[in-house]
Structures are given as structure tokens and as C-alpha cells.
């Protein structure tokens, strides 16, 4: 069992930047990847970003050149920044972790972009 625990999200005006992070805890030391995703209201649940257990990265092209993922070991946290935001960023975000045979999920985390 994974536990996934987001926090970082709030209300931001657009231009600006906030950080999501990702504490996980539990049978971590399985874990493949982990990734962060979205879904804004009325819409389907989207990729944003994932880190490998190796350290590759892949992104949405939404959010290239101005979001990063990243972790900390030994913290057992994963992060999340984002800037420039958009409105079209408001979402909840969710972070992700996947072993071999399965998938778990944080609870989400609020983004708001105002225009």
C-alpha cells in the first residue's frame, strides 16, 4: 500500500506560480513512477506530468517550459511548479503513483487561476 498526501494548491492570478508536492509514504520502494494529473470541471482527468524511476520526465504540451517535476529521496516527496499559470489551469490536481500492478491516488489538491 501507497499513501499519497498533495498540498501547495490555492488561488493564484494569472502570470503567477504556485508548487504542489506529493509526500508519499507506506510500500514506497515499489513504485515506478509517479506522476501528477488534472481535471478541471466537465472534463476528463489528464496527464500533466511524470517522473520515471529513473529520472526521465515526459509533460502535457499545455504546460512544456512552464512546469517541472521533481523529487526529493529523502523526503519521499514529489513537487510539482508551476508558472506562468493560466485560467486554463484550474483544476484539481492529483498526484499518482504506479507499481507494477497498480495505480494509487492522492485525495487532489484545488488550483484556481484567476484572470
Known amino acids: 500500500q501507497v499513501q499519497l498526501v498533495e498540498s501547495g494548491g490555492g488561488l493564484v492570478q494569472a502570470g503567477g506560480s504556485l508548487r504542489l508536492s506529493c509526500a508519499a509514504s507506506?510500500?514506497?520502494?515499489?513504485?515506478?513512477?509517479m506522476a501528477w494529473y488534472r481535471q478541471a470541471p466537465g472534463k476528463q482527468r489528464e496527464l500533466v506530468a511524470r517522473?520515471?524511476?529513473?529520472?526521465?520526465?515526459n509533460y502535457a504540451d499545455s504546460v512544456k517550459g512552464r512546469f517541472t517535476i521533481s523529487r526529493d529521496n529523502a523526503k519521499n516527496t514529489v513537487y510539482l511548479q508551476m508558472n506562468s499559470l493560466k485560467p486554463e489551469d484550474t483544476a484539481v490536481y492529483h498526484c499518482?503513483?504506479?507499481?507494477?500492478?497498480?495505480?494509487?491516488w492522492g485525495q487532489g489538491t484545488q488550483v484556481t487561476v484567476s484572470s
Open positions: 517522473l520515471g524511476i529513473g529520472g526521465s520526465t
Open positions: 499518482n503513483a504506479a507499481q507494477l500492478d497498480r495505480v494509487y
Open positions: 507506506g510500500s514506497i520502494f515499489s513504485i515506478n513512477s
